[in-house]
C-alpha cells in the first residue's frame, strides 16, 4: 500500500484527446489503477498530434496519460465489447467522452452499466451537454463560448489562449464531480452518474467577466493585458522591455510611484483611486512608462517588489520552469528511465503525498494481463 488517497479505486477510461485523458491521469497521480482503452492500431488520436513526438508516441498524449495501463479493444467486435462491458462492470469509476449516443449503442452507458455495478460513478464529457451532437473541441469553444472575445489586443482579432484551457478547465472540474461522487459512495453506498461540458465549464471559469456580463448586460471586450476594473495591473515598457505590474489596492500603488520617483502621482486627483485609474488609465501609463524607461526590466523587479509592489518579466516557459525550481516548488518529475520528465501533480499532500509516476503506456502494453484479468473471476 502507498497511502494515496484513490489506492483501490478502478477507473475505466474510455477517453480520448485530453479533457477526459487529463482528468483520469490526476486520478492516477492519486493512486487510482487507471485502465486505458485504446482503438487497435491507432489508440488515443492524440498519439499522432506532433510534432513534437517522442519516441512512443507523442508529446500531446505524453502530457495526460502518464501512470495508466493501456489496453486495445475493438468495440464493434463482440468480444472485445464484451471485455469492455466486464470491466465496467468492475469499475468503481468509468469516464467517456464518446459522441452522443455512441456508448448507449454499445450497451456502455449509464443506464446499461448502472445494472450491474449500482456502485459506480460514472463521468460523461461532452462539448455542449449530454443532448447535443456539436462537435467538442477546446478551439470551437473558446470560439463560440466568448472567451476569445475577451483575448487579444483591442485593436486585433479576438485571439484563443495559447493553450487548451477549456478542456484543462473541465478536465478539473470533472475532477472534482468524479471525487465527490466517490465521498457521497462512501457516505451511502450508491454511485451516480456526473455529467460536465466544455462550454459549462467554459461559463463557470470567466468570473469578474461573466459577473459584469450578467449585471450591466453589456458583453465585455478586449484589452490586450490591461485588467477591465484594475489599474495599473498590466504589462509596461521600460528600458529593455516589458514588466507586468499589478497594483491591487491604493497603497501599493503609492508604493510603486513613490519608488519610481514620483509620489506626487499618489495625489493627483486621476489616480487617487482605483477607480479613478481606471477612467483615466490612457494618462496613467503615460506617467509611469516615464520613470521606468530610465532602468532595466530586472532592476524593476528588484525595486519594486523590495517594496511590497508585485512586479515580474514576461517570460516564456523556460523562465516559468526555471523560476519555478529557484522557488523551490519541484515543477517536473520524472517517469521512468529514458523517458522525458514531466509537469509534476500540482497539488502537496502533508499525509499522503503523490509518489508514485509511470511512463504513459505504449499502445496496448497492458492488453495481455487486462484481458487475462478481465477473462477470469474477479
Known amino acids: 500500500?502507498?497511502?494515496?488517497?484513490?489506492?483501490?479505486?478502478?477507473?475505466?477510461?474510455?477517453?480520448?484527446?485530453?479533457?477526459?485523458?487529463?482528468?483520469?491521469?490526476?486520478?492516477?497521480?492519486?493512486?487510482?489503477?487507471?485502465?486505458?482503452?485504446?482503438?487497435?492500431?491507432?489508440?488515443?488520436?492524440?498519439?499522432?498530434?506532433?510534432?513534437?513526438?517522442?519516441?512512443?508516441?507523442?508529446?500531446?498524449?505524453?502530457?495526460?496519460?502518464?501512470?495508466?495501463?493501456?489496453?486495445?479493444?475493438?468495440?464493434?467486435?463482440?468480444?472485445?465489447?464484451?471485455?469492455?462491458?466486464?470491466?465496467?462492470?468492475?469499475?468503481?469509476?468509468?469516464?467517456?467522452?464518446?459522441?452522443?449516443?455512441?456508448?448507449?449503442?454499445?450497451?456502455?452507458?449509464?443506464?446499461?452499466?448502472?445494472?450491474?455495478?449500482?456502485?459506480?460513478?460514472?463521468?460523461?464529457?461532452?462539448?455542449?451537454?449530454?443532448?447535443?451532437?456539436?462537435?467538442?473541441?477546446?478551439?470551437?469553444v473558446q470560439a463560440v463560448g466568448g472567451l476569445m472575445s475577451i483575448t487579444g489586443a483591442d485593436d486585433g482579432p479576438p485571439t484563443k489562449v495559447g493553450v487548451a484551457l477549456v478542456d484543462v478547465l473541465t478536465a478539473k472540474d470533472a475532477t472534482i464531480g468524479v471525487l465527490a461522487a466517490l465521498a457521497a459512495r462512501d457516505r451511502d453506498g450508491e454511485g451516480q452518474l456526473v455529467e460536465v461540458n466544455l462550454l459549462s465549464s467554459l461559463l463557470g471559469s470567466l468570473a469578474n467577466q461573466a459577473s459584469a456580463y450578467l449585471w450591466t448586460g453589456k458583453a465585455p471586450g478586449r484589452l490586450g493585458n490591461r485588467h477591465p476594473s484594475i489599474a495599473p495591473y498590466e504589462t509596461l515598457s521600460c528600458q529593455d522591455g516589458l514588466l507586468a505590474v499589478c497594483c491591487g489596492n491604493d497603497g501599493q500603488f503609492r508604493r510603486c510611484v513613490t519608488e519610481l520617483g514620483d509620489p506626487a502621482l499618489a495625489d493627483d486627483p486621476r489616480f487617487a483611486t482605483n477607480a479613478d485609474r481606471v477612467a483615466n488609465r490612457t494618462e496613467l501609463v503615460a506617467a509611469l512608462e516615464t520613470p521606468l524607461a530610465t532602468d532595466t526590466t530586472d532592476s524593476w523587479i528588484?525595486?519594486?517588489?523590495?517594496?511590497?509592489?508585485?512586479?515580474?518579466?514576461?517570460?516564456?516557459?523556460?523562465?516559468?520552469?526555471?523560476?519555478?525550481?529557484?522557488?523551490?516548488?519541484?515543477?517536473?518529475?520524472?517517469?521512468?528511465?529514458?523517458?522525458?520528465?514531466?509537469?509534476?501533480?500540482?497539488?502537496?499532500?502533508?499525509?499522503?503525498?503523490?509518489?508514485?509516476?509511470?511512463?504513459?503506456?505504449?499502445?496496448?502494453?497492458?492488453?495481455?494481463?487486462?484481458?487475462?484479468?478481465?477473462?477470469?473471476?474477479?
Open 1 to 140: 500500500m502507498t497511502g494515496l488517497p484513490l489506492e483501490g479505486v478502478l477507473v475505466a477510461d474510455f477517453s480520448r484527446v485530453l479533457a477526459g485523458p487529463l482528468m483520469t491521469v490526476m486520478l492516477a497521480d492519486l493512486g487510482a489503477t487507471v485502465v486505458k482503452v485504446e482503438r487497435p492500431g491507432a489508440g488515443d488520436d492524440t498519439r499522432a498530434w506532433g510534432p513534437p513526438f517522442t519516441d512512443d508516441s507523442s508529446t500531446y498524449f505524453e502530457c495526460a496519460n502518464r501512470s495508466k495501463k493501456s489496453v486495445t479493444l475493438d468495440l464493434r467486435d463482440p468480444a472485445d465489447l464484451a471485455l469492455a462491458k466486464e470491466l465496467a462492470a468492475r469499475a468503481d469509476v468509468v469516464v467517456e467522452n464518446f459522441k452522443a449516443g455512441a456508448m448507449t449503442a454499445f450497451g456502455l452507458d449509464y443506464a446499461a452499466v448502472r445494472q450491474v455495478n449500482p456502485r459506480v460513478v460514472y463521468c460523461s464529457i461532452s462539448g455542449f451537454g449530454p443532448d447535443s451532437d456539436l462537435p467538442g473541441y477546446d478551439f470551437l
Open 302 to 378: 528588484t525595486r519594486l517588489t523590495s517594496v511590497g509592489v508585485p512586479a515580474g518579466k514576461v517570460g516564456d516557459l523556460a523562465d516559468a520552469f526555471g523560476l519555478a525550481d529557484r522557488l523551490g516548488l519541484d515543477p517536473t518529475t520524472p517517469v521512468g528511465p529514458g523517458r522525458s520528465p514531466q509537469v509534476r501533480h500540482p497539488i502537496s499532500y502533508s499525509r499522503t503525498p503523490v509518489t508514485r509516476y509511470a511512463p504513459p503506456p505504449r499502445l496496448g502494453e497492458h492488453s495481455d494481463e487486462i484481458r487475462r484479468w478481465l477473462s477470469t473471476e474477479e
